[in-house]
């Protein structure tokens, strides 16, 4: 516990409790009580960590009623690297026993259990390939792995089979983990339980290892940051391929004229919603405008908070409170709506499905699809 | 520690949900941006209504509770913490736009509305309200009146007193009063609206406002000088007021400042020099046009070594930046060092603007503390930056002594201690040197005839019998 202090309190001193922070998280916007708010749960673990305040299930819930959406971080005077004190706060909650929460401990036991959040059979991971079109046969250049994740493998299928066949489509060869792919380990370290990820790290960097890519394409931007930033933490090596989020693909192909935006669409007025983990946290913004753009027939509208500042979807908070993430994706979908826009493009499976049954819980007038998905139908898929 | 009846009737009032007597919210509704001052409330209440408002400060008066309202707790003299313990009313759920009456050129609100949210909904109508503080992403609206706000534009649009039409306020005896109204004027006796601004909740709730807007400018244009003597600076002000030119802002840079932003900004330095001034002119095209090449020559004429100038929005947004940045490069300049928010609202005379700025250089020099200034040149207004240590407690005690010089140089020079933040905990011992203690005496006999049992905000203004 100390450690933490230490490593924390001049940054923590450096809050001034200005509340700037207050106005950009969706966590508080929904509850507004000071303890959901990122200012309160700073000062909430400072006086914690002092002993000036017990560690009570309001502390313990607060501490992970955060989405790790970094708009707070962003938006701080002092810089504070708010998201980072508090996943380590949730190590410490973990150690003293009083972490993760029930439903987060759940999801990681799912993952123990059948290597996907989820907790749906590990035999279905493929299902995917059921789709039209969809073929997992390799030419053997396997430089590239194709490590398409949970959310993508069991919810959003069309996601995975929309970027085969625009890879295929654009002859760029790729291998698969395939059955041997599990989780990539994002909920176990968000929770604090980064002891239990670490088997299924080492899992997946094997795998990557004996199908001897150089590359990991991804559609999570939660899967590519967790292979990105905490693989070589956790392995305590660097990395030996470089991971690739599939919206820098796909800019690249159209760059190198291997994508032809064959098919107009007509009329259709579009906005984007920035995913937290791909545009705050990595700064890939223009990225999937340019793809749009580029689509003949497409107008691009912007949502008011947009690129750096954009709202949250709240996906990553579904699994901590299935009401505030419907709560806080109805309310990004408000905000879609304000653009008149007909289609709400992203290129996060989390945030695909959460805005999309955001979309039909508030009866919105608004279709929502995955980049990937759109891309393909371009090209005439 | 309140009865447990109590914490019952204030759960019927306003549901379980929204009362808290955890620690947890006790504690962090204990503080605002001043450190300096904290204490727990016995209970933290959320009301969706004015009439909830009202119920609750009537029980509140009824067993002579404590009750301190609070915004967003943005404030940085202390105004919202609850120094006597009691109930805190935190306003920021009832927070609707009631109305945009654009024939009347008014906006009904509710106190909790963030006054930035105020203008993102305005200017979808071509209109603002035209009051800028750095805190308008924050602030309520409730808290900005409660303490007499202002903010860059002042210069130009004046401060939050002449904005605000009526209120309705919760009385301490629960009683809601309605002030004013949505006529621009009223000659009809006692002007009740004015006494409740900048009375920072000690006479009652402010729960309802409707306040004035005014149409957004059709252009802007900003000039950024550099000046290698600091009296250039404010010569150069008073010269561009004198030549019948009222900007929309005007800002001050000093080389402490310029110094921190550059070292933050790394990318694009500032000269440096003793000051830069930015001033932001608006009006219609030909107008703003004609007034930026005013402020341009008079710059130069007085000496300005480097300037620079746009009416593009987006490279307005550049030049605007080392003077938004100023507030965030403070707190990055040292790893151990953080801002503390006294000796922060200075204001003076104009005129005497350079006597402040080296004042506060003094009081730096002197006391071995590294002081961060800027601010309104406009208006007189500096916020000087102090930081230092939180651990080290001789810190403090040395924060202490230049604070409280940095507020006898404002007074010395025909200024007061706060020019738009309020006088709240930490300046409430200059109450009676600012007003005196024939007003400040004038000022109790109201509080008592608002507040009999001095419930209201208790412990704030040095309002209470006996302290003069």
Redo the contacts between chains.
Sequence with gaps: MKDILRRYEYDILKCVYCGQCRQVCPTFGQIGWESSSPRGKVKMIHGWLKGDLPLNDRLVDQIYLCAGCEHCTVECPSKLPVVDLIRDTRKELVKSGKGPLPSLKAANDNILLEKNVLGKPHNERMSWRDFEGVTIESSGNTDYAYFVGCMPSYWCSDVVASTIRILRRAKFDFGLIGGEEWCCGMPMIWSGEEDKAKAIVKHNVDKIHELGAKRVLTTCPGCYTTLTREYQNITGKKNSFKVIHVLDLLYELLKEEKLKFENKMDKLVVTYHDPCHIGRSHGKFEQARHLIESIPGMALVEMKKNRQDANCCGGSLSTVSDSLSLAVGTKRIKEALETRANLLVTACPQCYVNLRRSAIEANANIDVIDLTVLVAGAIGL | MLEAEIVDELSRMVGDQNV?T????L???S???S?RFQHRPDIVV?PRSVEQISNIVKLANERGIPVTPRG???GVAGGAVPIRGGILV?L??VNEILEVDLPNRCVTVQAGV?H?DLN?ELEKHGFFFPLDPA?S???TLGGFVSIGGGGVLTVKYGSVREYVLGLNVVLPTGEIVRTGGKTLKRANGYNLTQLFIGSEGTLGIIAELILKIVPLPESKAVVVAAFNELQEVARTAIKIFSKRIVPAAMELLDNSAIKAVNKYMREKALPDVDGILLVEVDGSKDEVKRQAQAVKEICLSEGSVQLDWSDDPEKQTILWKARSVV??AT??LA??Y??I?EGEDITVPISRIVEAVEGVRNVSEKYGIQIITFGHIGDGNLHPALLID??NPEHWEILKEAVSEIHELALALDGTTSGEHGMGILRAEFMEREHGKVALNLMKKIKKIFDPKGIMNPGKLSLEEGET
């Design positions: 808290s955890d620690p947890i919210e504690y962090l509704y503080m605002d941006v450190v959320r967003a707790g943005s935190d920021s759920a963030v930035g993102e805190s992403k924050m602030c507030g965030a707190a990055s790893e151990k953080s801002r928010y939180k651990n």
